[in-house]
């Protein structure tokens, strides 16, 4: 049996090691009391806590309840928005990630003065929201510091809105309207 060391590449149903010596940790089982990769990906020694895992070259995105995610709103009625969640970051979109997510009025972190959610998002808009739940759909919050409105686009011209205090106007034709807008508004005057 080959061991294996930290950072090197191994692939599903590499021998690791043996059980006497490490417990199993993301990415390796253990049978008959040898440890195993599930997956294509780096071995990672954990030698103070005795811990092998493989860090996974194919990250698999889950999102996590407490989280903060950028999510795009797909509709907006009244009461709900539904969004398609983009990830924790919004470089690293991944096409053919299929999490929904929801906000309800009572999530939009405006208070109980908001009647409708058309005062908060508009289709299109990109916001950056807490996850909730822990199932897909995701129910997401605007209730945190840093929720909000991250990008949207002017409904008259189309250009991008800027953020203006607490509120989001657009730079080419004067739009002015007022949002739930997160201080990682991307574009700040
Ligand atoms: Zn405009």
Redesign the pocket.
Known sequence: MSKQKSSDIVLPGTILGVAEEFFPGDNVVESNGYLISTAIGRVRIDAARRVIKVDSFKKLYYPQLGSMVYAIVTSVREDIALLRIIGPRLDNYVSGNQYAGAIHISQSGLGRDVRSLYSVLRFGDIVYAKVISKSNPFILSLKHASAGVVLSF?P??T?HLAKKKDRLV?T??G?TESRKVSPKYIYQI
């Open positions: 002017c008259r011209c250009n657009c080419r034709c739009y």
